[in-house]
């Protein structure tokens, strides 16, 4: 075995648990102890300061300058018992991952050191624009743009072992205003659903001030022990295997998933939950996941933003968590080629400041007429703008997952369940005939009946992109590695543009003498015919589907740099510009921004898998293919029977074969991604890269994998996956 390689499994068997610091008794001891909270807000600000901020940020208001420099001093004095340091403006640029620059609370006044952190400094600071994507917003060489501190997102102290920083969570423009990043039109996605879905919460409940949407984030993910991920370029560079063969066992026995957790492991999750719960993330949950070495934390649900921002610090802290137990983890969508990939599933909802959650069915007949409102409207929307929620999820990494036997299809569709299937079709064509099955609270109006909708009224639909799950809709297609934000600020949009036009059609109708909930029902009558074909109950993963989806004429776009044209559609561009989210240039800025991570991203692995083939596969194969030669030359020098070197001459032809195929389709990808690089439209070089590109790398790979199986073990210097996900 290659020395490297063999060095790694030594080191691996003999790694121990790392025991995590110790847990307090009660988890609420520590539970946001590094977070601004409420009551850190009333200890350390005037209490005239606190309630003008308090109500900026309820009623989602601009806080008023002039309370800034007090909220600083608090803010500072608080960070600084604490023992930060330095500050920073925490947010999240178009790369898809956080950005940070420090500055010390450090000045220097009259020759003596002060520690100052001003009201200017808490609002606004002014980091480089220029080496951040823009799409062309920004030319390199203007460089200006700013951060703004977001009040509804609390203020935390990120700590490791060598000090404490105050972060403050901030949107990220241009200097001539364009957003440069996902917070600021996640929270004007928020402001737009929530004056549409007030509107409409006004014919129930006219106490109804605010609807917030909520949001709890599944994320799943690989661990991976350092020493493999040390000999593996692929994994430390892209997050997954560009060469590598299944083994012959991976989840096919579906004894890993809810599985009892490794020691090794349990000790990472515990210190990555305290870490978690210092931050104020309410992880509840975790599990082992359905293949090798794949696992899951969920939290509580949360107001969207801050479940968004909490998301992005949760996977900051898988990352630094796994370090110091010698593991590294994985967010990619798909580390191993036949092993299920990760996903996280967003949990979304609408809750009021009356305390309701507007997709949770109830038990009064009022109630369920406005639980129907908000969950037809969902769908009608999903229905309506199918293929810009796909854009939204459209990734390189979720490419791989999409489609396969362990992901929601890329087709979009909603699954409701048997129950309120029923419930839908009711609504359609209405019975006039008395069901004993039929529960007993509706609206007698002569139209579809509202039934008493149970809670927990569906089964859980793994298959289906988007499902109503009991009091929520679970979008299951977003990818493991994204910020969460994109798709979720598509979705409050597209929720939003339908509520407004439920509302105004409503209205119509009531003017012309309609009863208010006769024709709320016609409208929602209307809209459960027009996106019934949304609507599947069945297997999402079947090829029967595929053939039906397209029937219904629902998209299949499989490929990321077609599914982005979805953010430049004229409807999407009218969209997002109707609801203040992005203008037109924002959004094709972030179109031409997508296209772009897409084709880097492709590169970067085809280069990568060049490389791998050159110094690692090609080497290692004709390292075989020399000990076979040895091994016939010496049998024919002591002229032993040609039958007694035939396998040694059958595998010589085989590996021989698999190689030329290898070298072959490299030199295939070289001049592909050649021709690739050269262009210079975005569009045109990523679908050169999808069309092209793509399908050789997995020529290249095939070759290499047969390779792998071929080539004596002790030669062979890459980590396997029977070595990567299950030794742990």
Same mark, same amino acid.
Request: glycine share 6%.
């Given at each position: 075995?290659?020395?490297?390689?063999?060095?790694?499994?030594?080191?691996?068997?003999?790694?121990?648990?790392?025991?995590?610091?110790?847990?307090?008794?009660?988890?609420?001891?520590?539970?946001?102890?590094?977070?601004?909270?409420?009551?850190?807000?009333?200890?350390?600000?005037?209490?005239?300061?606190?309630?003008?901020?308090q109500r900026a940020i309820d009623q989602g208001h601009?806080?008023?300058?002039?309370?800034?420099?007090?909220?600083?001093?608090?803010?500072?004095?608080?960070?600084?018992?604490?023992?930060?340091?330095?500050?920073?403006h925490w947010f999240q640029p178009l790369t898809g991952?956080?950005?940070?620059?420090?500055?010390?609370?450090?000045?220097?006044?009259?020759?003596?050191?002060?520690?100052?952190?001003?009201?200017?400094?808490?609002?606004?600071?002014?980091?480089?624009?220029?080496?951040?994507?823009?799409?062309?917003?920004?030319?390199?060489?203007?460089?200006?743009?700013?951060?703004?501190?977001?009040?509804?997102?609390?203020?935390?102290?990120?700590?490791?072992?060598?000090?404490?920083?105050?972060?403050?969570?901030?949107?990220?423009?241009?200097?001539?205003?364009?957003?440069?990043?996902?917070?600021?039109?996640?929270?004007?996605?928020?402001?737009?659903?929530?004056?549409?879905?007030?509107?409409?919460?006004?014919?129930?409940?006219?106490?109804?001030?605010?609807?917030?949407?909520?949001?709890?984030?599944?994320?799943?993910?690989?661990?991976?022990?350092?020493?493999?991920?040390?000999?593996?370029?692929?994994?430390?560079?892209?997050?997954?295997?560009?060469?590598?063969?299944?083994?012959?066992?991976?989840?096919?026995?579906?004894?890993?998933?809810?599985?009892?957790?490794?020691?090794?492991?349990?000790?990472?999750?515990?210190?990555?939950?305290?870490?978690?719960?210092?931050?104020?993330?309410?992880?509840?949950?975790?599990?082992?996941?359905?293949?090798?070495?794949?696992?899951?934390?969920?939290?509580?649900?949360?107001?969207?933003?801050?479940?968004?921002?909490?998301?992005?610090?949760?996977?900051?802290?898988?990352?630094?968590?796994?370090?110091?137990?010698?593991?590294?983890?994985?967010?990619?969508?798909?580390?191993?080629?036949?092993?299920?990939?990760?996903?996280?599933?967003?949990?979304?909802?609408?809750?009021?400041?009356?305390?309701?959650?507007?997709?949770?069915?109830?038990?009064?007949?009022?109630?369920?007429?406005?639980?129907?409102?908000?969950?037809?409207?969902?769908?009608?929307?999903?229905?309506?703008?199918?293929?810009?929620?796909?854009?939204?999820?459209?990734?390189?990494?979720?490419?791989?997952?999409?489609?396969?036997?362990?992901?929601?299809?890329?087709?979009?569709?909603?699954?409701?369940?048997?129950?309120?299937?029923?419930?839908?079709?009711?609504?359609?064509?209405?019975?006039?005939?008395?069901?004993?099955?039929?529960?007993?609270?509706?609206?007698?109006?002569?139209?579809?009946?509202?039934?008493?909708?149970?809670?927990?009224?569906?089964?859980?639909?793994?298959?289906?992109?988007?499902?109503?799950?009991?009091?929520?809709?679970?979008?299951?297609?977003?990818?493991?590695?994204?910020?969460?934000?994109?798709?979720?600020?598509?979705?409050?949009?597209?929720?939003?543009?339908?509520?407004?036009?439920?509302?105004?059609?409503?209205?119509?109708?009531?003017?012309?003498?309609?009863?208010?909930?006769?024709?709320?029902?016609?409208?929602?009558?209307?809209?459960?015919?027009?996106?019934?074909? +949304? $609507?599947? &109950?069945?297997?999402?993963?079947?090829?029967?589907? #595929?053939?039906?989806?397209? =029937?219904?004429? !629902? *998209?299949?776009?499989?490929?990321?740099?077609r599914a982005l044209d979805a953010y430049v559609a004229?409807?999407?561009?009218?969209?997002?510009?109707?609801?203040?989210?992005?203008?037109?240039?924002?959004?094709?800025?972030?179109?031409? +921004? $997508?296209? &772009?991570?897409?084709?880097?991203?492709?590169?970067? #692995?085809?280069?990568?898998? =060049?490389?791998? !083939? *050159?110094?690692?596969?090609?080497?290692?194969?004709?390292?075989?293919?020399?000990?076979?030669?040895?091994?016939?030359?010496?049998?024919?020098?002591?002229?032993?029977?040609?039958?007694?070197?035939?396998?040694?001459?059958?595998? +010589?032809?085989?590996?021989?074969?698999?190689?030329?195929?290898?070298?072959?389709?490299?030199?295939?990808?070289?001049?592909?991604?050649?021709?690739?690089?050269?262009?210079?439209?975005?569009?045109?070089?990523?679908?050169?890269?999808?069309?092209?590109?793509?399908?050789?790398?997995?020529?290249?790979?095939?070759?290499?994998?047969?390779?792998?199986?071929?080539?004596?073990?002790?030669?062979?210097?890459?980590?396997?996956?029977?070595?990567?996900?299950?030794?742990?």
């Amino acid at each position: 075995m290659a020395n490297s390689r063999s060095n790694a499994l030594k080191q691996v068997q003999n790694r121990r648990p790392i025991a995590p610091p110790d847990r307090p008794h009660k988890t609420s001891e520590i539970f946001a102890a590094n977070v601004f909270t409420d009551e850190a807000m009333q200890q350390y600000l005037p209490k005239d300061v606190y309630k003008k901020l308090q109500r900026a940020i309820d009623q989602g208001h601009t806080v008023d300058r002039d309370i800034a420099e007090s909220v600083a001093s608090g803010i500072k004095n608080w960070a600084i018992e604490k023992g930060a340091t330095h500050y920073t403006h925490w947010f999240q640029p178009l790369t898809g991952l956080t950005a940070e620059k420090h500055d010390a609370f450090l000045t220097i006044k009259d020759g003596q050191p002060l520690e100052v952190f001003s009201g200017e400094n808490l609002a606004q600071q002014e980091p480089d624009a220029s080496s951040l994507p823009s799409g062309g917003i920004r030319n390199t060489f203007e460089a200006r743009g700013y951060t703004a501190w977001d009040p509804s997102s609390p203020a935390f102290i990120f700590e490791n072992n060598y000090g404490k920083t105050l972060c403050i969570p901030t949107i990220f423009v241009s200097y001539t205003g364009e957003a440069l990043d996902f917070k600021a039109p996640l929270l004007k996605s928020i402001e737009a659903l929530n004056d549409a879905a007030v509107a409409v919460c006004k014919f129930f409940d006219r106490n109804v001030n605010r609807v917030t949407p909520t949001l709890g984030v599944e994320q799943e993910y690989f661990l991976v022990d350092r020493a493999f991920m040390d000999l593996r370029p692929d994994l430390g560079l892209t997050g997954r295997t560009v060469i590598g063969a299944p083994p012959a066992r991976g989840q096919q026995l579906d004894d890993h998933y809810f599985g009892s957790i490794s020691e090794r492991v349990f000790a990472f999750m515990t210190e990555l939950e305290l870490e978690s719960y210092k931050l104020g993330i309410p992880v509840t949950t975790r599990h082992n996941e359905v293949a090798p070495s794949q696992f899951e934390c969920a939290p509580l649900f949360e107001e969207q933003n801050v479940a968004v921002d909490h998301n992005l610090l949760f996977m900051d802290l898988l990352d630094r968590v796994a370090r110091k137990h010698q593991f590294r983890v994985l967010l990619h969508e798909k580390p191993y080629a036949g092993i299920n990939g990760s996903g996280k599933h967003n949990n979304w909802s609408m809750a009021t400041d009356t305390g309701k959650n507007l997709l949770s069915p109830g038990s009064a007949p009022k109630e369920n007429l406005q639980f129907l409102t908000f969950f037809i409207n969902t769908i009608k929307a999903v229905y309506e703008y199918a293929d810009l929620l796909r854009a939204a999820i459209a990734t390189a990494g979720n490419d791989h997952r999409l489609g396969a036997n362990e992901a929601p299809p890329a087709i979009i569709s909603v699954f409701i369940g048997s129950q309120l299937s029923k419930v839908l079709d009711e609504i359609e064509k209405p019975s006039r005939k008395k069901n004993k099955d039929t529960p007993k609270s509706y609206i007698r109006l002569g139209i579809p009946k509202v039934p008493e909708i149970l809670l927990d009224n569906t089964d859980r639909n793994r298959t289906s992109p988007f499902a109503f799950t009991g009091n929520k809709f679970e979008f299951r297609a977003v990818g493991s590695s994204d910020n969460t934000a994109g798709p979720m600020l598509v979705l409050n949009a597209i929720v939003s543009n339908q509520l407004r036009e439920f509302k105004k059609t409503v209205d119509r109708k009531v003017v012309r003498g309609k009863k208010k909930e006769v024709a709320i029902l016609e409208v929602l009558r209307a809209y459960v015919k027009d996106s019934k074909a +949304i $609507r599947f &109950e069945g297997n999402g993963y079947s090829k029967e589907w #595929e053939e039906e989806a397209a =029937e219904r004429g !629902l *998209s299949n776009v499989k490929q990321t740099p077609r599914a982005l044209d979805a953010y430049v559609a004229e409807e999407a561009v009218k969209l997002f510009s109707k609801l203040d989210i992005f203008g037109p240039t924002e959004s094709h800025a972030r179109h031409e +921004i $997508r296209l &772009e991570q897409y084709s880097t991203k492709i590169n970067i #692995e085809a280069r990568l898998m =060049e490389e791998m !083939l *050159s110094v690692y596969v090609i080497p290692a194969s004709v390292s075989y293919l020399t000990q076979l030669g040895e091994s016939v030359e010496a049998l024919q020098d002591i002229d032993a029977p040609k039958a007694s070197y035939q396998t040694q001459m059958e595998l +010589i032809e085989e590996v021989s074969e698999a190689l030329g195929q290898a070298h072959r389709s490299g030199k295939e990808l070289t001049k592909a991604l050649e021709v690739g690089e050269a262009l210079a439209d975005a569009r045109d070089q990523a679908i050169h890269y999808g069309d092209v590109v793509v399908p050789i790398m997995a020529q290249v790979r095939e070759a290499a994998d047969k390779l792998e199986f071929l080539v004596a073990d002790d030669l062979w210097p890459l980590p396997k996956y029977r070595e990567m996900l299950f030794m742990r």
